[in-house]
């Protein structure tokens, strides 16, 4: 049977719902081709981090002024070289060849530390020629004075001035730390933003217990976080008009459908091609057909969204009756 | 038109010769590196010469390496040229005598410096240039930046023409480093003058099969002598060649030049004849003595060799009655120095034959050695002294002769400059970026203004902490003033705390602007005044302003740099620029300066200078002084006498008017003098926190100042200690009963915080709390001032009684090294101070020149020292090339001693003790109570033979401490052993003798700033090397092994601290020669030095350094000498890399070079790994040598 895999994300067709979601690897041409081939429908670019463009500078910049003119014999210690590459242009550049060597759509990936940065890098990013915007958007509001009013006022502004600085369409990428999440949904939206992808997955610290220090660690996702943007996607799809990317845990075509099903427009990949190459985007894709196929279904448009929480046979099953069941049901299996 | 250009002389002669050359051989050496380093990286970007094609630049391994390169290249038709000074050109001259010997044309740049003799000094003479003056090259002497340029042309085509090669020479420093606006010779000038048909002759004359010659025969008595004139015709056209050259120069840029240039009064009377910088100083005294009347004049050598006489009486006025030949350089026990005894010929032969009548009477006086300052009152003396009926014959001028009587005096407040001149002086210090920030301003406003500007900069001494002075000029005329601004009328202060020992308002003229850095507001400024800045700023009625250049740079997130906050408020201060033109101006020179490292550098800046204005206050002087603070003494009042006579005036920075009988005669000068240096520098030290130490010593060990230090002693001590003087009992076992303690010198630290980085031992409530954490100096300075004495007055612990082969014990040993001016942070000082402590008290050193010679040897104070008894390290450098030869001999010279000892010994034994003799010969372990014994029996031996009237006993008791094992230590970096002085250390390591070699291995020429060796990793960025390396690091340690017979080890003292103790151990005990490579940090990586040891760490897990031992005492049926002592890399090359500059910046600037680089690096590193693993498996048996002088043990020496 023929099924319709096409979906529409962030007003881009897609030829199916199976996106490569922002990591390193998609910033590699030949990775970025293998993707293409593999069944990808769009890829994210990793994410243009203007506190480290600005602290690379920084350290090119001290690595050149350290012990200089201080000692008659040695007036410096490093060669200037012709340039360092520093700023947003390797990364602009980069996307520009990404955008030639593909036929997929590229969404450009930023994550600004100022106002004027993120306008700026968004701007710079759009003349590069990326098909959309994604805002990868992280405070660690860590102030006991900041409310989340003023918390979520700089989500919105920040949105606000990208919106107005672009025209292609955007996407925010949040964590799901909200106290309203449905709402911070909805604002989002009515500043302009196309699409929401959800969630970041926050890389936190860990402790070396050898060392006694505060070390970042990068971990992949594991297949369960899946659940967290299921939720969400499921009561976010009745209720507003957005496009619903799903990232964390989509490791198996099983994952994907389950969100397409709860409501996302696309599914966003990168865990299992770190663990299997990018094979593993052709058999999501070919798991998704399958099923698909297998269960009558024409196209991922039919689908989609059918078990929204609207949609599905009990709406309060993504809610706190679902929490309650699990705890019985647990409870119970093992006593 | 013409292009003006601000840049220095070595930059002005390094373009003509990167313009008109194809090969460049290099090697770096002060103050002539930069010439190479700018040639380097114009080719390495592919800046062209006028012919169309990027020089082909090569580094070699030392200056007569590069003169081969030279000589060859020549030979095979490639225009070709290199750069040196000093000692350098000195390594050259046997090729510079081939090279002329064949009539080959070339130019050597020369940035003239002083040649070491009783001391080395990176300074400029003409010590060097005159001891090439018979190779048979022609001379050409520039005095200004612009003559640098020009000369440098001038000098490239004449060669050509007369086929006589040219040595361009210039004042290292004066002119080398001086930056002056000159005008730049256009490159079509240049493209007309390198005529076609000069470079087809000296093509036609090169070596190719095609027309094969032969040159450099072995010529025999019949000939050799009539082939050595028969280039006379050559040498006696230079003069006319040149001056043909230098008129064609002058009709196309209009500048005008003479083999002897003359200015002063056409018929002067009394004349100075000299060449270089010098000249500059004289033409100010001579344009003021002539505008009074006198009648002076100035007589300028340039082309010195060959000497034309008749050109020089041309241009000598005809009235001259009385000449003074001034030489910037010594020759002890010749009639006069050489430009003297050129001069006083040429009189002789030509002054009649000219058709003057009476000889002028001559005089030869010698000035400006080592850069010393020669100033237009110092001229004006001389000609004074002309004038003198009887003058002195010979003299000197510039310092104060109290023992020979040569000098003249002179009136150092005499003779103004010109009043069109306005001069600043800034004081900085060195990481603040006053002296980048000068250079800036110097460039502005000679490209935004048709003002002339000259910038001079005078560095410290030291490496850390020092303090900078920038001398600034600008002028509607162009600046010929070779010399110290001496009479500012600007003075900026970068640094408040510089006023505390500095007398920095001396050179600020009555109603003179003074600008101070400070946190302190306008309103309560004056009473944070030492007394006597106060009274200066009265009395010279001075304008004073203030900035709190520190917030500002804060809020920009600049740091500790406030150059640019500096900077603007000179220009808002001085009024040179209209203000608005000059921000507009420093924002452009931002823009230059920083623009490629990002756009947050440059807004940054900006920022700074947008803010500095506002936080710029006048302050209203107070008619009288205030408070109570005052200037401290440069040295304590109990220090020795020597130190407060003589060393306390060079701390002070008057070292200029010590007179000679304060100095030693031969360049003796005593140790310890490092602790009389309070240089307070740290702006934050280490506390202790004996709660949670856990006694590691790694603190003490790590530290590169050995300002940090540990001690155990008796609890009873305590009773003296002042009020709460942290210390504990001894935890470590060795220790039992004893209280220890852990003591920061708070005003020799540097603040460097490896101490910190490196402690392990944290709180167990506040995880970032350690057992030695950095605190505010002025939190603590009094207290642990006084701590610090008393932790010095605490008794040394027994030495009999450490464990010195752990690092806890290895603390306890007093180090004798200490306070050294290196670098906050280096990597190098561990090392030396740990040698110091296991045998400084037994201990020759021979000290490769380079950062470990300056950091040790450099005045006013040196860092090594002496322990209670008396008995320390006794140190001396002989040159870069030759060091493992020099400790050799300190070797052989021991042994012999020790031969004639024993020789003695047994001539005497009828009156010694029964079995003394045996007992004194016998050896020994070499544990410290052995030594101790020994010392014990030689002191024995002098009471012994105390009444014995025999010849032999005074022999004996002059050498008879040699008994007691003397532990001979070559130190040095990585490009003295493994470039320049590698042949010597090679054939040292041969020689089977007893001696240690320590090589600080930084990876690069750290003390010329990172010039790349052999050392040198792949995929590293250096000077030389700024694409990255191409090839791999030069294996030492496996060359020495191959010998079988050379104790070898690699450490890191970061990586594995017990590791590096051992094999220091090891190494010494052995009786042979031992090679122990140390991986030494240095700022040259791009690190934060603070982490210097955890980047050791990486290093030794990378596999990038694996430890590792070779011993021939186990090589042996059954034994493995091979030792790898580290264990098999965990982490890959890329993550250490990643964390130092010298590899992530090429990874930033050309990720597709450095990506290729790193991976071969990487392969580098495990194909090393897996050869040294199938080394440590090898049995090996080294056959031991029999005789006395193979075996590597000294005739009866034990081990």
Same mark, same amino acid.
């Given at each position: ?335 | !038109? ?5 840049? $220095? ?9 990167? @313009? ?104 400029? &003479? ?40 040219? @040595? ?21 000038? %240049? ?5 076609? $048909? ?45 001056? +043909? ?77 009385? /000449? ?113 920030? =000068? ?11 048709? #003002? ?7 560095? $410290? ?42 007398? !920095?308002?001396? #050179? ?32 010279? $009625? ?63 800046? =900006? ?15 107070? *008619? ?16 020795? &006498? ?38 307070? %520098? ?17 603190? *003490?060990? !790590? =530290? ?58 944290? *709180? ?7 057992? /030695? ?47 050294? +001016? ?27 020149? +380079? ?146 070699? #320590? ?69 010494? *005990? ?16 791009? /690190? ?112």
């Amino acid at each position: 049977m023929n099924v319709d895999l096409t979906t529409e994300y962030l007003g881009l067709k897609l030829r199916n719902p199976v996106v490569v979601s922002a990591c390193p690897l998609t910033e590699s041409l030949d990775q970025l081709r293998g993707f293409e081939a593999a069944g990808a429908a769009a890829a994210v670019f990793p994410s243009l981090f203007e506190e480290q463009i600005v602290g690379e500078e920084r350290n090119i910049d001290e690595l050149h002024e350290f012990g200089t003119e201080s000692f008659a014999e040695a007036l410096d210690y490093m060669p200037e070289l012709v340039g360092y590459n520093t700023g947003p242009d390797g990364y602009l550049q980069s996307l520009e060849q990404a955008k030639r060597a593909v036929d997929i759509p590229i969404i450009a990936s930023l994550n600004g530390s100022s106002r004027g940065g993120w306008v700026k890098y968004a701007r710079s990013m759009v003349s590069a020629g990326a098909d959309a915007l994604e805002l990868n958007i992280m405070f660690i509001p860590d102030d006991v004075f900041v409310d989340s009013q003023e918390v979520e006022a700089r989500y919105v502004d920040l949105l606000s001035a990208v919106r107005e600085a672009v025209d292609i369409p955007l996407a925010v990428k949040v964590g799901p730390y909200f106290s309203s999440t449905a709402n911070m949904a909805r604002r989002f939206m009515l500043a302009g933003a196309n699409g929401l992808v959800l969630f970041n997955r926050l890389l936190e610290p860990d402790i070396d217990l050898y060392e006694l220090e505060v070390k970042p660690k990068l971990v992949l996702s594991h297949v369960e976080e899946f659940r967290l943007p299921l939720r969400w996607i499921a009561i976010l799809r009745d209720q507003l008009d957005i496009s619903l990317a799903a990232t964390s845990g989509v490791h198996r075509p099983e994952q994907a459908l389950k969100l397409l099903l709860a409501g996302a427009d696309v599914t966003m990949v990168t865990t299992s091609i770190y663990r299997h190459g990018a094979g593993a985007l052709t058999r999501i894709v070919e798991g998704i057909r399958d099923w698909l196929g297998n269960n009558d279904y024409e196209s991922v448009a039919q689908m989609r969204g059918s078990m929204s929480k609207n949609n599905c046979p009990d709406a309060d099953a993504y809610g706190r009756g679902n929490y309650m069941k699990a705890i019985v049901s647990y409870t119970g299996e093992w006593v | !038109m013409a292009k003006f250009v601000t840049l $220095d002389g070595n930059e002005a002669a390094a373009r003509i010769a990167h @313009l008109t050359n194809e090969v460049i051989a290099i090697y770096p050496i002060t103050p002539a590196s930069p010439m190479g380093e700018l040639c380097d990286a114009w080719s390495a970007v592919g800046r062209k010469n006028v012919l169309g094609t990027v020089p082909s630049v090569i580094e070699m391994q030392h200056e007569g390496g590069a003169a081969g390169a030279v000589h060859g290249s020549l030979q095979a038709g490639a225009m070709t040229t290199t750069f040196t000074a000093s000692q350098g050109l000195l390594l050259m001259l046997p090729n510079m005598f081939k090279i002329a010997g064949e009539l080959t044309p070339t130019v050597f740049h020369i940035a003239a410096r002083s040649i070491a003799t009783h001391a080395l000094s990176i300074f400029g &003479d003409h010590s060097d240039v005159m001891a090439a003056r018979t190779t048979g090259w022609a001379m050409l002497a520039s005095s200004s930046v612009q003559e640098a340029q020009d000369l440098a042309l001038v000098a490239h085509i004449a060669t050509l023409e007369s086929r006589v090669p040219f @040595l361009h020479f210039f004042d290292g420093f004066r002119t080398s480093h001086e930056v002056n606006k000159i005008e730049q010779v256009p490159e079509t000038d %240049i493209e007309q003058m390198l005529r076609p $048909d000069l470079i087809e002759a000296f093509r036609h004359r090169c070596l190719t099969p095609d027309r094969p010659i032969l040159r450099g025969t072995a010529q025999n008595p019949d000939v050799f002598f009539q082939a050595r004139e028969a280039c006379n015709l050559y040498h006696d056209a230079v003069p006319a060649t040149v001056t +043909g050259v230098m008129a064609e120069f002058e009709k196309r840029t209009g500048r005008s030049y003479h083999l002897f240039g003359y200015t002063g009064a056409p018929d002067a009377t009394t004349v100075i004849v000299m060449m270089g910088s010098g000249a500059g100083a004289v033409e100010d005294a001579v344009r003021h003595l002539t505008s009074q009347g006198r009648k002076v004049g100035l007589l300028t050598v340039r082309l010195y060799r060959p000497f034309s006489v008749m050109d020089f009486l041309e241009a000598l006025p005809k009235t001259a009655e009385s /000449i003074a030949v001034l030489d910037r350089t010594k020759e002890p026990g010749a009639v006069g120095e050489p430009l003297y005894t050129d001069v006083v010929g040429a009189l002789v032969e030509g002054w009649r034959e000219q058709g003057g009548e009476t000889l002028p009477r001559v005089i030869g006086g010698r000035y400006g050695l080592s850069s010393k300052e020669f100033t237009p009152p110092m001229a004006a003396a001389i000609f004074d002294e002309l004038e003198e009926p009887n003058p002195k014959r010979h003299f000197t001028i510039g310092i104060n002769d109290d023992v020979t009587h040569l000098s003249l005096a002179w009136d150092p407040d005499g003779l103004h400059e010109p009043k069109e001149n306005y001069r600043a002086v800034f004081y900085g210090l060195g990481s603040d970026g006053t002296v980048g920030a =000068c250079k800036n301003t110097v460039k502005i406003i000679g490209e935004h203004t048709d #003002l002339f500007t000259q910038g001079y900069f005078v560095y $410290d001494s030291k490496k850390s902490g020092s303090m900078t002075v920038s001398h600034l000029r600008f002028s509607p005329e162009p600046i010929r003033s070779s010399y110290l601004v001496r009479h500012a009328s600007f003075v900026a202060c970068h640094q408040a705390q510089f006023l505390d020992r500095h007398d !920095m308002l001396e #050179l600020a003229e009555p109603g003179a602007t003074f600008l101070l850095n400070t946190t302190h507001g306008p309103d309560e400024v004056w009473e944070t005044l030492p007394v006597e800045v106060q009274q200066a700023i009265i009395d010279k $009625d001075l304008r004073f302003y203030v900035v709190d250049a520190y917030a500002v740079a804060e809020s920009a997130q600049l740091g500790r740099r406030i150059n640019t906050v500096m900077q603007t408020c000179f220009f808002g201060l001085a009024g040179v620029i209209p203000t608005e033109e000059a921000v507009a101006a420093i924002k452009e020179a931002i823009h230059k300066t920083y623009g490629k490292r990002g756009e947050s550098v440059v807004e940054r800046n =900006c920022q700074a200078v947008d803010q500095a204005l506002a936080s710029l206050h006048a302050v209203e002087v107070p *008619s009288e002084t205030r408070g109570g603070r005052h200037q401290i003494p440069p040295v304590p009042t109990d220090a020795p &006498d020597f130190v407060r006579r003589v060393t306390a005036m060079m701390i002070a920075g008057k070292g200029d008017l010590l007179p000679v009988s304060a100095l030693p005669v031969d360049g003796t000068f005593p140790t310890g003098t490092a602790q009389f240096e309070k240089r307070r %520098i740290a702006l934050q030290i280490p506390i202790w926190d004996p709660d949670i130490c856990i006694e590691c010593g790694l603190c *003490s060990l !790590m =530290c590169p100042h050995a300002a940090i230090r540990s001690k155990a002693f008796d609890t009873a001590q305590l009773q003296w200690a002042p009020p709460g003087y942290r210390a504990r009992q001894a935890k470590a076992k060795e220790l039992e009963g004893l209280s220890m303690t852990i003591q920061v010198a708070p005003e020799d630290c540097t603040g460097c915080g490896v101490c910190v980085d490196v402690c392990p031992a944290k *709180s167990k409530e506040v995880a970032k709390h350690k057992a /030695i954490n950095l605190e505010a100096i002025d939190d603590h300075l009094d207290v642990e001032r006084a701590n610090y004495d008393y932790f010095l007055g605490l008794p040394e612990f027994d030495r009999r009684e450490i464990p010195r082969e752990s690092v806890r014990g290895s603390q306890l040993l007093e180090p004798l090294f200490e306070y050294s +001016g290196a670098c906050a942070g280096c990597g190098e000082t561990p090392y030396v101070k740990l040698v110091s402590q296991l045998f400084g008290d037994r201990m020759l050193v021979a000290n490769a020149t +380079g950062c470990s010679s300056i950091y040790g040897g450099n005045l006013p104070t040196t860092p090594w020292s002496v322990n209670s008894e008396g008995r320390g390290p006794a140190w001396s450098n002989s040159l870069f090339e030759d060091n493992a030869e020099f400790g050799l001999g300190m070797r052989l010279a021991l042994d012999q001693q020790r031969s004639q000892a024993a020789y003695l010994l047994e001539q005497l034994a009828d009156v010694l003790p029964g079995d003394a003799v045996q007992e004194l010969l016998a050896g020994g372990d070499g544990s410290e109570q052995w030594l101790l014994s020994q010392r014990e029996r030689v002191a024995n031996l002098r009471k012994a033979l105390a009444g014995v009237d025999r010849p032999a006993v005074k022999e004996l008791l002059a050498i008879a401490d040699v008994l007691v094992p003397r532990s001979v230590w070559i130190i040095g970096g990585d490009g003295w052993a493994y470039d320049i002085g590698f042949s010597g250390l090679d054939h040292t390591i041969a020689s089977g003798r007893n001696v240690n070699i #320590l090589v600080l291995d930084t990876e690069v020429y750290s003390n010329t700033g990172g010039q790349a060796s052999k050392a040198t990793p792949r995929a590293a960025v250096a000077k030389f090397a700024a694409g990255g390396k191409a090839v791999g690091k030069k294996d030492l340690g496996m060359i020495a092994m191959a010998y079988g017979n050379a104790y070898v080890g690699q450490i890191a003292i970061g990586g594995n601290p017990r590791h590096a103790v051992k094999t220091l151990l090891e190494a010494e *005990s052995y009786p042979g020669p031992s090679l122990v490579m140390a991986y030494s940090n240095c700022i040259a990586h791009g /690190i934060n030095m603070e982490t210097s040891m955890t980047h050791q760490k990486d290093a030794v897990t990378s596999g990038y350094w694996p430890l590792y031992h070779y011993d021939p005492r186990h090589a042996k049926v059954g034994d493995h000498p091979f030792v790898l002592d580290s264990r098999k890399p965990t982490t890959r090359f890329a993550d250490y890399a990643a964390k130092e500059g010298r590899f992530a910046m090429l990874a930033r600037a050309n990720p597709e070079s450095a990506a290729r680089l790193m991976e071969l690096a990487q392969a580098d590193i495990s194909e090393r790994w897996r050869w040294y693993e199938q080394m440590a498996g090898v049995e090996r048996t080294i056959p031991q040598a029999s005789n006395e002088n193979g075996n590597g043990k000294g005739q009866g020496e034990s081990s």
